[in-house]
């Protein structure tokens, strides 16, 4: 009885682990899809912000 028990526990273990580190990986993946959303963002609106400077001096 006590077998199946430590096993059962040890298999919750090892699935508890499995699904923390499944969530870090998409956690991470998130951040990074975010992070290059955000670069793109700042890349496209950095040339405009020049084009309204410039064109107020014209």
């Given amino acids: 009885m006590a077998e199946i028990i430590a ?3 040890a ?3 090892i699935g508890t682990t499995f699904y923390a580190l ?3 990986a998409r956690a991470r993946d998130r951040e990074k ?6 670069a793109a963002v700042v890349l496209e ?3 405009r912000h020049r084009r309204q ?3 107020g001096r014209g």
Avoid: T, Y
């Fill in 22 to 24: 499944v969530s870090a």
């Fill in 53 to 55: 400077a410039n064109s």
């Fill in 11 to 13: 298999l919750a273990l």
């Fill in 33 to 38: 899809r975010r992070a290059a959303l955000e």
């Fill in 45 to 47: 609106f950095k040339p």
């Fill in 7 to 9: 096993s059962i526990a």
